[in-house]
């Protein structure tokens, strides 16, 4: 089993060794093992679920949804139907974002065509 340190942990999620420590703190990172120096020891388990974390915060999933998400995935099996539901309410509130930003993108475009008549 492969083991990280925090440094790469960092490397590899892109989060502070702050925000790493916050979560694990808060309950949405499991406890991390510690080496007999008291350094704390990433599993792959680790490091996979902090890429879900990832996905969700950089899609604006608030932390309290993320530990309802962490909760149920804890859970087991028998809450998968509520992971579901979470996810897919998650996704529509991309889908908002998404078109939302299409809109702007657009109208940014019709500028740049307005600006380049005028030249």
């Keep these: 089993m492969s083991v990280y340190t925090p440094a790469e942990v960092v490397e590899e999620t892109g989060f502070t060794l702050d925000t790493l420590r916050y979560y ?5 990172l499991e ?10 020891r990433f599993s792959e388990e680790h490091l996979s679920w902090l890429g879900m974390v990832r996905c969700l915060r ?3 999933m608030p932390i309290a949804q993320m530990l309802r998400f962490a909760e149920l995935s804890r859970a087991g099996d028998h809450t998968i139907p509520d992971r579901i539901k979470l996810l897919e ?3 529509r509130h991309v889908q908002g974002q998404i ?11 019709n500028k740049i065509s307005y600006y380049r008549s005028v030249l």
């Design 89 to 91: 309410e998650h996704e």
């Design 31 to 40: 406890p991390v093992e510690r080496n007999s120096s008291g350094q704390r």
């Design 24 to 28: 694990e703190k808060i309950g949405l």
């Design 58 to 60: 950089d899609t604006g």
């Design 99 to 109: 078109d939302n930003l299409a809109a702007r993108r657009g109208y940014i475009r």
